[in-house]
């Protein structure tokens, strides 16, 4: 951590107090450390004992200049957000997670959030009943998807003498995962342009049916986070899901594998890897119903399929320096198929999902994969969470650039 810029915001909460050991200790470490505070954080603890322990005044108001820096007023909050290399917000109380879902920045602290375009840890911290109450969880599951990484609180006895989520986790497991996410965000795709596609594609039988699948999108929502936090440039092409938009991320969205195809080929031309994480069905209705096809007694109409266009194959026969990362989901011979589909397609690299080893992965926030290069050589993960995946995706990839 020696030499990492850590901006720390403390909120409303008892939990306030543990922040000063962790403060102390990332200080201790070598990181460059700056606190800002809410109003209702100051209640719980004074800005002098985060200014002892960080060795640097305490942000805690828009409006006030910093008599010790010669930072303009008018440009602070922007200022303390391009100085970080990671946000932490601990404790987040329940308060200003709904802030930030709803963009509501009245305060130093939410204002600087806003405009931070590094990534942003939320350690939320309160009574069980809050962290657990349904407002509370949909705004954090939101969060989220929109690329917030979010550390799940401990549990054990509460400030109120309940038992149950909420407690600010221990000093080092804090360190841990701020080392964890730092490691990720060094920004070594910096302006590179990459095309990402997620979810699923719907091929319409009628203006009410489609032909369509289980995929969630969450994959490739991950990857496009992951590749936009580490620098990248990123386009997201995305099929019908409801998920959020990562932040820093240009969404284009389509409904058809045709829409999708030409949505790709267009942002391809500028693109220096294109990474295929949509489920596209390989299929659609020849003809379109253009009326809703009705239920006329025992008659069960017949629908003629054609093959929907092969965007990664079309990808491949006109390369050039462009990487492609494509995906398979196996139910047989996984390994095997896969193989034959990184040839096939002249891919760089394969991701191949197993419905043997990960029955549940539709919708899932983990994943367990197995990359698989176009040398030959394969690396099986574990199960990790989709974001950690799309990092380990996203190192291949900056090897390969590096090697070039």
Known sequence: MRGAHILVGVTGGIAAYKVCYFVRELARRGADVRVMMTEAGQRFVTPLTFSALSRYPVAVDLWTA???SDTDISTRHIHLANWADVLVIAPASANTVAKFTHGISDNLLTVVTLACSRPIILVPAMDADMYLNEATQRNLAVLRERGFHVMLPGSGELASGLKGPGRLPEVEELVAYVGGILKQAHRDLRGKRIVVTAGPTYEAIDPVRFIGNRSSGKMGFALANAAAQRGAVVTL?????????????????????LQMFNAVQHHAKNAQAVVMAAAVADYAPARMAKQKIKKTGDDVPEIALTQTPDILGTLGKKKGKRLLVGFALETEREERNAREKLKRKNLDLIVLNSLATHRTIFGSDSNIVTIIDASGTKQ??????????????LDRLALMWRKK
């Open 66 to 68: 910093d008599q010790s």
């Open 380 to 393: 099986e993960l574990p199960e990790l969470p989709k974001f950690d995946v799309a990092n380990r995706i």
């Open 237 to 257: 092409v995305a099929g019908p899901t409801h998920l959020e938009t990562p932040r820093k991320v240009k969404r284009i969205n389509v409904e058809s594998a």
